[in-house]
């Protein structure tokens, strides 16, 4: 089975996705409502920068039931299944072309990682998000990351850092143009890539829990303006120090990054 991919963007008129403007209620099952629009791409752009894998930083099942669990994650975490929204098992089967079967074991995985819930006589909604809830996940963040980005900065090799340095240019692209899932997708995908260099499996899949379940606040942490490269220099300044080795600096600057997703998460809660 090969590999599921977002849509590629045209080459010769790519066009910035807009961020959808997700509103969150600090009331846990408050439906958000979106918005949409579109920002051209800039004239001189011939081609479009490289789009990311939906499962970037994770190891591709072959099954159909890993197939479907990674298609709905990706449209829980980009929002496209909307917080609060009721997910019909025939629904999701026929919007993915996937069979009903594996949609039922992945929904079930899903719900076993906190994304989605079962409401009794009711039926699979999408979590709801509060503010509760984000400030709970950045706490354990604050915890859990600092050691990891030490460890990162002491064990990761030149591999490692190569690929940090691509992320980071890939996102510059995509940047430029606003597209607001590709930047959340390489936002993932950096910080997947530093968990798997702590060289420590269990910390690594801690870390990708917690990104995962922070992804769908990333939309919220762009609504302030330029924040979008904010968060480029902040991911740049931990790439520095990881080069240099430099554990205690690694440290202060994911500090900084999560203390600045806190600040602009909850200024438009």
Not at 39 to 44: D, Q
Not at 106 to 120: G, K, Q
Not at 184 to 202: G, I, K, Q, W
Request: aromatic share 4%.
């Amino acid at each position: 089975m090969s590999e599921l991919r977002v849509k590629s963007t045209p080459r010769t008129k790519a066009k910035a996705s807009a961020r959808p403007g997700i509103k969150i209620s600090a009331k846990p099952g408050a439906k958000p409502a979106a918005k949409s629009g579109t920002r051209a791409a800039p004239a001189r752009r011939t081609k479009a920068p490289a789009q990311s894998s939906v499962g970037a930083g994770e190891q591709g099942g072959t099954s159909l039931r890993d197939v479907a669990y990674d298609a709905i994650k990706h449209q829980i975490i980009t929002c496209a299944f909307k917080p609060g929204e009721y997910l019909n098992e025939a629904y999701v089967s026929a919007k993915l072309g996937i069979g009903r079967t594996p949609v039922h074991q992945a929904l079930d995985r899903l719900m076993l990682e906190d994304m989605v819930e079962v409401i009794p006589r009711k039926g699979v909604i999408v979590k709801p998000v509060s503010l509760e809830e984000v400030m709970q996940i950045i706490e354990v963040r604050l915890i859990n990351e600092p050691y990891g980005v030490r460890l990162t900065a002491e064990r990761a090799d030149d591999t490692d850092i190569a690929m940090l340095s691509d992320i980071l240019g890939r996102a510059r692209e995509w940047t430029a143009v606003r597209n607001v899932k590709e930047m959340m997708l390489l936002d993932r995908e950096f910080h997947s890539v530093m968990a798997r260099a702590t060289r420590n499996t269990v910390l690594a899949e801690i870390l990708r829990r917690l990104q995962e379940r922070s992804l769908r606040f990333w939309f919220i942490s762009l609504t302030a303006p330029d924040h979008h490269q904010e968060v480029l220099a902040e991911h740049d300044a931990i790439l520095n120090a990881i080069r240099r080795r430099d554990a205690d600096m690694a440290e202060a600057a994911i500090r900084d990054h999560i203390e600045s997703f806190r600040r602009n998460v909850a200024r438009y809660l």
